[in-house]
């Protein structure tokens, strides 16, 4: 318990951090204008690239990925409710969340985008959504029986995609640096707390169908 409550303590620094800037912009505007510039310095070799990763991190992305996992764990039967179910209720919940932000903050996407980019910009829906998705599909999948080496390359990946699909949103300048930190922030919040309160659940029910049988 102590170390969900710093994990949710630890993770409010990247969203409030990200918030403080969104509402203070005109005084970062320059800095994240100079992070926008500093990662087009590749540019356009990692055009094509960027743009498959930041369109894998799409909503279409997100939706297809949810939907194989549930797929797939509907077939696997013993995985459906401690693998499929916990996984999609994040994605649905990040979304929400993502979609109430935006239209609250209502920020403007940057002057400097060089991509096509709806909805408002903060915070990132391509970061928050995921890293919440990935975050739910690590955090399940080291509840299962795995090689301490797997363990550690699921750890890398699963963090690092999502981080890689938030950097490519900054480099095609269609969200802030904030947007983008505030996204990681969220995101990885969501999944920790839907995991948390979901298995709550979960074992409380299973312990009492155990008791009546």
């Known amino acids: 318990m102590k170390k969900f409550n710093f994990l949710t303590l630890l993770l409010l620094l990247p969203i409030a951090l990200g918030a403080y800037v969104a509402f203070f912009e005109d005084k970062f505007y320059e800095f994240e204008k100079a992070v926008f510039s500093a ?10 690239p ?7 991190g799409s909503a279409v992305g997100v939706i297809s990925i949810t939907a194989i996992i549930l797929i797939v764990t509907i077939i ?19 979304r929400i969340i993502n979609i109430t932000a935006k239209n609250l903050i209502d920020r403007e996407r940057p002057d400097f985008k060089v991509m096509h980019a709806s909805e408002s910009s903060f915070p990132s829906g391509h970061s928050q959504n995921n890293m919440a998705l990935y975050i739910a599909i690590l ?4 509840l299962i029986d795995l090689a301490p080496k797997w363990k550690f390359t699921l750890k890398i990946s699963l ?16 969200h ?10 969220i995101g ?6 839907t995991h948390y309160i979901y298995f709550k659940i979960y074992y409380a029910v299973k312990e009492k169908k155990n008791a009546e049988n």
């Open 176 to 185: 802030y640096v904030s947007d983008v930190i505030a996204g990681f922030g």
């Open 188 to 193: 990885a919040m969501v999944a920790i707390l």
């Open 139 to 142: 955090l399940v999948a080291l």
């Open 39 to 48: 990662l087009r310095t590749v540019a356009p070799a990692m055009d094509i």
């Open 76 to 94: 696997k039967k013993k995985y459906f409710f401690t693998f499929g179910l916990p996984v999609a209720i994040t994605s649905i919940v990040s």
């Open 159 to 174: 963090v690092a995609l999502p981080i890689l699909i938030g950097v490519t949103r900054i480099y095609f300048g269609v």
């Open 50 to 56: 960027a743009r498959a990763i930041t369109e894998l």
